[in-house]
């Protein structure tokens, strides 16, 4: 959404609130699509003394895959958005900064920016997910499959010159 800011931009003291929900479904990361459910953003934006500080939150809940098993699973997210605003840049340098367009701001890009940064890149169903085994494919987390551990190559080879010379 677009926030119109015309009626506090020139009003130290007075301040904005906005709540609002966004649409990420179409929004692609790491090949899976997380956002599945609105993304809600509520917040204010504040004259403080002249200048626009901007504060809330974006938060939604992820459906997310583990990167280990594959299991799906989800996972709440809310992140902060802090940030001046700014209706022409004095210093070209500070990207701290978000400019306004005449009195309007786009807080959907914004939202949508903080967003994805928050994200983490890994995803796992838990910290210490066991992962699939690599011979079997089996869920680890419900137990040990059976295999046996995965013998290093080089020992492998030693133990069958160890059989060869045994028969
Ligand atoms: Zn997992
Ligand atoms: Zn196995």
Known sequence: MRLNLRDIIHAPGSS?????????????????????????????????????????????RLHLTCDRCGKPFLREMSVPLDTLLATELEDEENDEIVLLEGTELDLDDLAQTEFILGMDTKNLCSED???????????????????????????????????????
């Open 16 to 60: 904005l609130p906005f709540d609002f929900q966004m649409d990420l479904t179409q929004l692609e990361l790491y090949g899976q699509r997380p956002a599945a459910e609105p993304v809600r953003v509520t917040g204010t934006v504040r004259n403080m003394a002249g200048a626009l500080q901007l504060e809330g939150t974006a938060s939604s």
């Open 129 to 167: 997910c066991k992962g699939l085994c690599p011979r079997c494919g089996a869920d680890l987390n419900l137990g040990p499959c059976g295999c046996k551990p995965e013998a290093d190559p080089r020992l492998a080879a030693l133990a069958q010159l160890l059989d060869d010379s045994a028969e």
